[in-house]
């Protein structure tokens, strides 16, 4: 079965901390691409991030990284410096052959960075 | 115009309406996406059209009734809706279907209201 748990529903921090948002997936397909998306409050999903279950090589793009680790099944999202412009919803999103191709998101985590 | 576009952005119905959603993509994708996004629940898939074949549905109650004209739009056709079919109607696009690992552009979404 394909899964993706976002355990943190919420968190809330002051501008200029570090935050990481985590993801947790399943799947018993070897081959398999993780994303993430954001949603502010227009409603729009951004897309920022893939990676594919071959290269777990970590990235950094400006203030955001990402932390893939296949040992832990994990693909966390770290935003340093945080800036009121981050409060959004973030998603975690999985897709492989086994799952039929279809993008599985997770719960998403509501993240508040307060002035 | 550029990526993906919606409309209307907001629409209010009784249940005894009908009412048409309007998707259009901008980026040469093949690939478009009915998404429905509730309060409380995680991102539903409802709908995808492949090259303008409908490859995916997702047990979709009959009262919701996609349309792909061709690969650049997208209609999603509501009649005799329920309350509880209030969301917020999210489309998106990608290169490809049928591969693992595209990610997707969505629109804006569109906010459903039935009363």
């Known amino acids: 079965a394909q899964k993706v748990t976002q355990a943190q529903t919420e968190i809330s921090v002051v501008e200029k901390e570090d935050v990481t948002l985590d993801c947790v997936y399943e799947?018993?397909?070897?081959?398999?691409?993780l994303f993430w998306y954001k949603q502010p409050p227009s409603g729009e999903l951004v897309f920022l991030i893939r990676?594919?279950?071959?290269?777990?090589q970590n990235e950094i793009s400006g203030r955001y990284s990402w932390n893939f680790q296949k040992s832990t099944s994990s693909f966390n999202f770290t935003i340093t410096a945080s800036q009121v412009v981050d409060s959004a919803v973030y998603f975690c999103?999985?897709?492989?052959?086994?799952?039929?191709?279809?993008?599985?998101f997770g719960q998403g985590t509501r993240l508040t960075i307060n002035p | 115009e550029t990526g993906v576009t919606q409309t209307p952005r907001h629409l209010v119905m009784g249940m005894t309406n009908k009412k048409s959603l309007k998707c259009e993509q901008h980026?040469?994708?093949?690939?478009m996406y009915w998404y429905k996004q509730s309060a409380k629940k995680p991102l539903e898939l409802m709908f995808v059209?492949?090259?303008?074949?409908?490859?995916e549905n997702n047990s979709v109650p009959s009262r919701f009734s996609p349309e792909c004209p061709n690969s650049s739009h997208l209609f999603l056709h509501l009649h005799t809706l329920q309350p509880e079919d209030s969301a917020l109607y999210l489309c998106?696009?990608?290169?490809?279907?049928?591969?693992?690992?595209?990610?997707?552009?969505f629109g804006p979404g569109t906010r459903l209201t039935v009363t």
């Open positions: 998106a696009s990608s290169q490809g279907a049928q591969g693992v690992g595209y990610e997707q552009y």
């Open positions: 799947t018993r397909d070897t081959t398999y691409y």
């Open positions: 990676r594919n279950s071959f290269d777990e």
């Open positions: 999103a999985l897709s492989s052959i086994q799952g039929a191709q279809k993008l599985v």
């Open positions: 980026l040469g994708h093949n690939a």
């Open positions: 059209y492949s090259l303008e074949e409908r490859v």
